[in-house]
Structures are given as C-alpha cells and as structure tokens.
C-alpha cells in the first residue's frame, strides 16, 4: 500500500506554479467545454470579502476567462460584507433564499451545499472569505488538476508555514486541529487518507457530479466528510491536492479550536458507525503519517507509534510474593 | 491670434468636452488597476530592494501586450507602446519603491469606496495606474501618435537620490516630448518645478577614549541635542523660501546606559541653490567645532542633493494641465516636487507632476485612498497624455 501512496503523493500533489501559464488553461477548459463557477461562503466578511471579489473577478474572468460564474452565498451577515461584494461585481446570495423549500440552517456547510443547486458549472471552487493575501492562485491551483485531468474529482489546497523557511525543512504546516486530531485520527482509521497534507483547508474544488452525490454536513465536518465519503466511494484516485504557497488567515482561539474538533468528531463517528467499523472495530494502525517538505518534494514521515501498557501490579507474581511477605 | 494657436485652442477644446464621459468609462473599468494595485501594493519594495516588484510589473506591462518590457541596469521596469508615427515619445514614470521596509506587513484592505494599506498611495496606486495606461487608451479607442514609454523607476526616495529615474534618463535612446511623474498622492497636485533640497545625515559617536571626567562630559543623547540646538541657531531666510526640517534621530536603546552614538537625518530645500551651499558650510563648520568642543567624533555626510529646476508657469504643458483639471472638476495645488520630476526636467524634458487621489494619513500604516476622486484623477492623465501627443503641450 505505501508504494501506491508514495506514487499518488508524487502524482497527484501539484503545486500552482505548475499552472502559471493561464492562457493555456483557459483553452484547455474551453476545448473541454467545462465551466466553472466560483463559491464564496460568508457571514460577516466586509473586511476581506471585497478585495477576494475585486482581484479574482478582475483577474480570472475579465484578464483570463477561466471562471464562468462568481457567487458569494452568504448567511445573513450583519455587517456590509454583501454591500461590499456586490460593488466589485459578485453575484450575490442569501442561502435563506436557495431552496427555501428545504428550509434554512445556519452553517458554512448550508452554503457550500445550496452553491451546488443556485450555481451551474460543472465545476465549483470553494474559496473561504477570510484569505488576507488572496491571489489567483487559490483559484486557478485548484481547478487547474481538474481540467487537466478527467480521472481526478476532487482537489484540496494546502499551504506554507513560511517561518519555517530559512531551516530550508519545514513541517507540514497543518493548523492546530489538523495536527493533534485530524491527522492522528486517519493515521488510526484511514491510513490512506493521512496522504491528504492539509485536510481541513476551506478551499477546495470538485466536479459537480461528485459534490451532489454526498450529504453536507452544515458545521465544522464538511471537510472531513468529504473526504470520508470520496474516499469510501472513489478511493484516493479521486483526490488530488495543491500548493498553494502561504496563506494568511485569522488566528482562532483554543476554545474555538475545542468547539470545532467536537463537530469534526461528530461527524467521524457517524461515518465510522455507518462504516460498521464501531460496533467491529479493526486492529488500530501503529504508524502515525505526517509530512515534511524538502526542496520542494513533499515527503511522508511515518513514525511507529505503539502505546505498550503494563498490567496492574496486582497481576505481577514477583508483586504479590513481596506483599505476601511483608 | 495665431492659427496655431488657435488650432491648438480647438484641440484642447475637443479633449475637455469628452472628460466627463471618459470618467465614466475609467470607473467603469477600475477593476484592473485596482486590482494590480493591491497586487504590486503587497509586494514589499523598500528603496534598494524593488526587485520582486519590480518583475511583478514586466508581467503585467508583458500580459497587458507591450512588447520587449526590460529592467535595466538601476533596476527600472520599463516598456513601450509604439504610437502610429513613433517619431517622438511621451514618458510616463511612477517611482516603485516605498518608505516602508521587507518588516511591516504589506496588506491592503478594500472597502466599498475606499482601500487601506502602507504604501497604497505612495506609490501603489500611481504604479498601477502607469501600467493600466494601454489598456485604458485602448477602451477609451485612442491610438497616440507618439510612442508612449512606461517606467517604474525603482531607488527614488531617501538615499537613493532619484538614481533610478536620473539613470534611466541618462541613457534613454528616444527623444522625448514631455514627460509626467505619476503619484497616487494627491488629486490636484501639479508640479512643475523641482526644489533644491540637500539631505544629509549627522553621526556623532563619542569615542572609546572619551575622558568621562572632564567638564560638560555627558553620552550621545545630550550632545546630540547640544548639536541640534546650534543647528537652529543657522538664520533661515523667509524669502527665498528655505526650510530645514530634522526628519529623524536614533540614539540610545535603554533605560539606564548612555549611548555612545547618534545619528541625525535632516533635509534642506530651498528655492535658492546658493543658500543651500551656504547652510551646508554652516552644519560642516558646526559640526566640526561642536567636534572639537567636546571632545566627540561629528561628521556629515551628504546623502542627497539636487538643484532647483523648473519650467515656466505659462508653459504650454502647465496651462493645458491647468485647464483638463479645471474641466475635471479638480482643483490644482501648485506644489513643488523634490521626487522625480527633478530629474526630468534638470535633463531638459519639460515634465509636471500629477496626484491621482484624495489621501489620508500619507506614509503611515494605514495610509488611505478615497476611490470616487480616482476616476477623475485619472481622466487628467489619460487626457493630458492625449494632449502632449496632438503637440498642444508644445513650447
């Protein structure tokens, strides 16, 4: 299994410069006949949302015409995050609106899901709002793998850590959750799944007809669902990922952190119950999977991890006899 | 009244009657320009160290289609727009670097009306606004006659002495029949003349065998204000106008230690270059008497000096540029430059100075563009490059 793994990290792992060249594939996605459409989830966004709208509006549909459609879908901010969006062009959305039928739950997840009904490419690109140094790239990287090639439906970013920089080693940069639930958590279930460098980064892009095939969770777990469900339903083949250099984002609170690997967790043990892997449970791996990145090829460290335990000392013969005597 | 004149006159005329559509055409195609301001805005470029953002315009100018964009040996960007007859050129340059160094953290903000970042003003914005120039000519369908040449001229602030612009003049191959220096910072800023200015910085170090005992001894912070205070006994005229400004002081990193060091920046400008010469003896004799006075090393050095320039207020290049922003609603604030534009008319080019913006809080971190002045701040350069173009700017 790990020489397959090795081989898909070396296949499917891109990295945006790869897709500098945005003239190429703008062609390549007409020849395809694909269209792509851009979703921006929001709630109170004003601060950010206006310069991702402006540069990747500017940029990716009036410069080079690789996006088709640009929506922000938005659950009810307060603020003038839809005001602001608006202004530089967005196609503007209350996820209230969508589906009303279905009614209205409050969530990232709710909005990533309506995008798939309210927008029509083939592809959608899931961008988070609060990107301070957005660039092209965390577009354009992750459609790119998608256009190129047929077999892979699903494309995850990851990024740098560049204070690791000058050691020329850098770790693989996951965030807090990432590191202590995330990636322990696959390496014990789905070892397979530990390939994914950054499994909870919020921009992501997939062909439509894999998106409209699994449940949404509206909360914390849509990432790790998604990736659960491909991964039962497709494989690893499916996946594929991209970096895409630094990204610069809000620093979140411990608590918040807590209140997120609950909701992650959440939706873990549902999967793994609905797998039958609860009530049979598998012999647990012993080899934790992470990254490390050098001169740019990127590198799966796996660590044998075995939690050896001791009985109680009642157990130990040589115990009772010093007891027995004293 | 002469025909020239007069065909001139109905030239000009011509022009400012299509100012308030073209406005409106600007602000409708903002994205590009606002866009590429946040990108080259973020890119730090501290004076000496442009180059990034330096590359990161010979993109844009390559994709916006001009062929062949070099960077030459002072490390200015440039690139041409061949006009229909290409027998003159119209320069159009905007300094790339900024006041703010590789440290601060190089984000712009973008509100409904407004963007927010260091450096967006100065010079951002005018950067971006130099590079958009071809594809703005060609949504608004003009086709200059000149060629028209684009630079971002990198080292032009502080020590660099407008090395940048001074060298990309030197060795320029196309004559030029005028040229405009372009500023984020501010809309009805017109510049037509470059002040005499001489920028130095004083260090005074006081020296390992000091003898602490004696009379008056004291650390690097007292004498250096002992020197500032005699610096200000240097009578300063009123008329020529003459300022001397004490832009920075470094001395001492503590509580409780007296530094050994200090360093003083000042500038001078003056409308008069004798009386700059002259204040620059006076701070050498000062700083050679306070030396030996106290018994501390004080030396001068010169980091910056340019003469005063200027071509004529009734030069055909300011009175047309008089009238576009008139016509545009702009209310010109005759301001002389110490920037580039010295350097482009100290080499014989008659050449103004423009701002794009309203501003607040120039050269701070949060530095601020208003976007509703900037269509119009734009219009006065797409409009004025037109008129240098029909020969209306002609002397």
Same mark, same amino acid.
């Given at each position: 299994?790990?020489?397959?793994?090795?081989?898909?990290?070396?296949?499917?792992?891109?990295?945006?410069?790869?897709?500098? /060249?945005?003239?190429?594939? %703008?062609?390549? &996605?007409?020849? $395809? !006949?694909?269209?792509?459409?851009?979703? @921006?989830?929001? +709630?109170?966004?004003?601060?950010?949302?206006?310069?991702?709208?402006?540069?990747?509006?500017?940029?990716?549909?009036?410069?080079?015409?690789?996006?088709?459609?640009?929506?922000?879908?938005?659950?009810?901010?307060?603020?003038?995050?839809?005001?602001?969006?608006?202004?530089?062009?967005?196609?503007?959305?209350?996820?209230? /609106?969508?589906?009303?039928? %279905?009614?209205? &739950?409050?969530? $990232? !997840?709710?909005?990533?899901?309506?995008? @798939?009904?309210? +927008?029509?490419?083939?592809?959608?690109?899931?961008?988070?709002?609060?990107?301070?140094?957005?660039?092209?790239?965390?577009?354009?990287?992750?459609?790119?793998?998608?256009?190129?090639?047929?077999?892979?439906?699903?494309?995850?970013?990851?990024?740098?850590?560049?204070?690791?920089?000058?050691?020329?080693?850098?770790?693989?940069?996951?965030?807090?959750?990432?590191?202590?639930?995330?990636?322990?958590?696959?390496?014990?279930?789905?070892?397979?799944?530990?390939?994914?460098?950054?499994?909870?980064?919020?921009?992501?892009?997939?062909?439509?007809?894999?998106?409209?095939?699994?449940?949404?969770?509206?909360?914390?777990?849509?990432?790790?669902?998604?990736?659960?469900?491909?991964?039962?339903?497709?494989?690893?083949?499916?996946?594929?990922?991209?970096?895409?250099?630094?990204?610069?984002?809000?620093?979140?609170?411990?608590?918040?952190?807590?209140?997120?690997?609950?909701?992650?967790?959440?939706?873990?043990?549902?999967?793994?119950?609905?797998?039958?892997?609860?009530?049979?449970?598998?012999?647990?791996?012993?080899?934790?999977?992470?990254?490390?990145?050098?001169?740019?090829?990127?590198?799966?460290?796996?660590?044998?991890?075995?939690?050896?335990?001791?009985?109680?000392?009642?157990?130990?013969?040589?115990?009772?006899?010093?007891?027995?005597?004293? | 009244?002469?025909?020239?004149?007069?065909?001139?006159?109905?030239?000009?005329?011509?022009?400012?009657?299509?100012?308030?559509?073209?406005?409106?055409?600007?602000?409708?195609?903002?994205?590009?320009?606002?866009?590429?301001?946040?990108?080259?805005?973020?890119?730090?470029?501290?004076?000496?160290?442009?180059?990034?953002?330096?590359?990161?315009?010979?993109?844009?100018?390559?994709?916006?289609?001009?062929?062949?964009?070099?960077?030459?040996?002072?490390?200015?960007?440039?690139?041409?727009?061949?006009?229909?007859?290409?027998?003159?050129?119209?320069?159009?340059?905007?300094?790339?670097?900024?006041?703010?160094?590789?440290?601060?953290?190089?984000?712009?903000?973008?509100?409904?009306?407004?963007?927010?970042?260091?450096?967006?003003?100065?010079?951002?914005?005018?950067?971006?606004?130099?590079?958009?120039?071809?594809?703005?000519?060609?949504?608004?369908?003009?086709?200059?006659?000149?060629?028209?040449?684009?630079?971002?001229?990198?080292?032009?602030?502080?020590?660099?002495?407008?090395?940048?612009?001074?060298?990309?003049?030197?060795?320029?191959?196309?004559?030029?029949?005028?040229?405009?220096?372009?500023?984020?910072?501010?809309?009805?800023?017109?510049?037509?003349?470059?002040?005499?200015?001489?920028?130095?910085?004083?260090?005074?170090?006081?020296?390992?065998?000091?003898?602490?005992?004696?009379?008056?001894?004291?650390?690097?912070?007292?004498?250096?204000?002992?020197?500032?205070?005699?610096?200000?006994?240097?009578?300063?005229?009123?008329?020529?106008?003459?300022?001397?400004?004490?832009?920075?002081?470094?001395?001492?990193?503590?509580?409780?230690?007296?530094?050994?060091?200090?360093?003083?920046?000042?500038?001078?400008?003056?409308?008069?270059?004798?009386?700059?010469?002259?204040?620059?003896?006076?701070?050498?004799?000062?700083?050679?008497?306070?030396?030996?006075?106290?018994?501390?090393?004080?030396?001068?050095?010169?980091?910056?000096?340019?003469?005063?320039?200027?071509?004529?207020?009734?030069?055909?290049?300011?009175?047309?540029?008089?009238?576009?922003?008139?016509?545009?609603?702009?209310?010109?604030?005759?301001?002389?430059?110490?920037?580039?534009?010295?350097?482009?008319?100290?080499?014989?080019?008659?050449?103004?100075?423009?701002?794009?913006?309203?501003?607040?809080?120039?050269?701070?971190?949060?530095?601020?563009?208003?976007?509703?002045?900037?269509?119009?701040?734009?219009?006065?350069?797409?409009?004025?490059?037109?008129?240098?173009?029909?020969?209306?700017?002609?002397?």
């Amino acid at each position: 299994m790990n020489k397959i793994n090795e081989n898909w990290l070396e296949r499917n792992t891109f990295h945006h410069a790869d897709f500098w /060249d945005l003239i190429k594939l %703008v062609e390549e &996605k007409e020849k $395809k !006949g694909l269209k792509i459409s851009l979703c @921006i989830p929001t +709630l109170n966004e004003e601060k950010t949302i206006g310069k991702e709208v402006l540069i990747l509006r500017s940029e990716l549909m009036e410069r080079y015409p690789l996006i088709d459609e640009f929506a922000v879908i938005d659950s009810g901010s307060k603020d003038k995050t839809l005001e602001v969006a608006k202004n530089y062009g967005a196609d503007v959305y209350l996820a209230s /609106d969508i589906l009303p039928e %279905v009614g209205d &739950k409050r969530g $990232k !997840g709710e909005n990533l899901w309506k995008a @798939i009904h309210q +927008l029509k490419g083939d592809i959608i690109c899931y961008v988070d709002a609060d990107i301070s140094n957005i660039h092209p790239r965390f577009v354009y990287g992750l459609v790119a793998p998608l256009i190129h090639r047929d077999e892979i439906s699903y494309v995850k970013a990851f990024y740098d850590r560049p204070l690791n920089y000058s050691s020329g080693l850098r770790p693989s940069g996951g965030g807090r959750v990432t590191e202590i639930l995330i990636r322990p958590l696959f390496s014990l279930f789905f070892p397979e799944l530990s390939h994914i460098i950054q499994p909870l980064s919020g921009e992501y892009a997939a062909r439509r007809e894999v998106l409209e095939k699994i449940p949404f969770p509206i909360g914390y777990g849509v990432e790790t669902s998604h990736l659960l469900d491909l991964y039962a339903m497709h494989g690893l083949e499916t996946f594929a990922q991209t970096d895409l250099d630094r990204r610069v984002h809000r620093n979140q609170t411990t608590n918040a952190l807590g209140k997120m690997s609950f909701g992650i967790l959440q939706t873990f043990f549902n999967r793994l119950h609905a797998q039958g892997k609860l009530d049979r449970m598998p012999d647990l791996e012993t080899f934790y999977r992470r990254f490390e990145v050098e001169e740019g090829k990127y590198h799966q460290l796996v660590q044998e991890v075995i939690e050896e335990e001791r009985p109680p000392m009642i157990e130990v013969e040589g115990y009772r006899n010093r007891m027995a005597s004293s | 009244m002469e025909t020239q004149e007069i065909d001139r006159e109905t030239a000009l005329s011509g022009l400012l009657d299509q100012i308030p559509e073209r406005v409106k055409t600007i602000s409708e195609k903002r994205d590009s320009f606002l866009t590429d301001t946040v990108l080259l805005g973020e890119i730090p470029s501290p004076t000496y160290g442009e180059d990034e953002r330096i590359r990161a315009v010979v993109d844009r100018f390559r994709e916006n289609g001009l062929s062949s964009p070099t960077i030459d040996e002072f490390g200015n960007a440039s690139a041409h727009l061949p006009g229909t007859e290409g027998q003159s050129s119209i320069l159009v340059m905007a300094h790339a670097d900024s006041v703010f160094s590789r440290e601060v953290r190089h984000e712009i903000q973008v509100g409904s009306g407004h963007m927010r970042g260091p450096g967006i003003a100065d010079n951002a914005l005018g950067l971006a606004a130099m590079i958009a120039l071809p594809r703005l000519l060609d949504d608004l369908g003009i086709r200059l006659r000149d060629d028209l040449i684009l630079v971002a001229n990198s080292r032009s602030l502080g020590r660099a002495n407008l090395e940048g612009a001074s060298g990309f003049l030197e060795t320029m191959s196309l004559p030029a029949r005028a040229g405009i220096c372009v500023e984020g910072s501010t809309l009805g800023r017109l510049s037509y003349s470059g002040l005499g200015t001489l920028r130095g910085e004083i260090t005074l170090q006081v020296p390992s065998d000091y003898d602490w005992k004696r009379f008056g001894a004291s650390g690097a912070i007292s004498h250096v204000t002992g020197l500032i205070n005699q610096i200000r006994e240097i009578p300063i005229p009123k008329e020529p106008k003459t300022q001397l400004v004490f832009g920075g002081l470094r001395c001492g990193s503590s509580f409780n230690t007296s530094p050994k060091q200090g360093t003083l920046r000042f500038e001078i400008t003056s409308e008069d270059n004798d009386i700059i010469g002259q204040m620059e003896d006076q701070l050498n004799e000062i700083c050679e008497q306070f030396s030996a006075e106290t018994g501390t090393l004080v030396s001068m050095e010169v980091v910056a000096k340019r003469q005063n320039c200027s071509i004529p207020f009734t030069h055909p290049l300011v009175k047309t540029t008089r009238s576009i922003m008139q016509e545009a609603g702009i209310t010109p604030k005759v301001d002389p430059s110490t920037g580039d534009l010295n350097a482009l008319i100290l080499s014989g080019l008659p050449a103004v100075t423009l701002g794009l913006t309203t501003v607040e809080n120039l050269r701070e971190i949060n530095e601020t563009v208003q976007l509703d002045p900037l269509y119009a701040g734009m219009t006065q350069l797409v409009t004025l490059i037109q008129a240098i173009d029909q020969g209306i700017c002609d002397s």
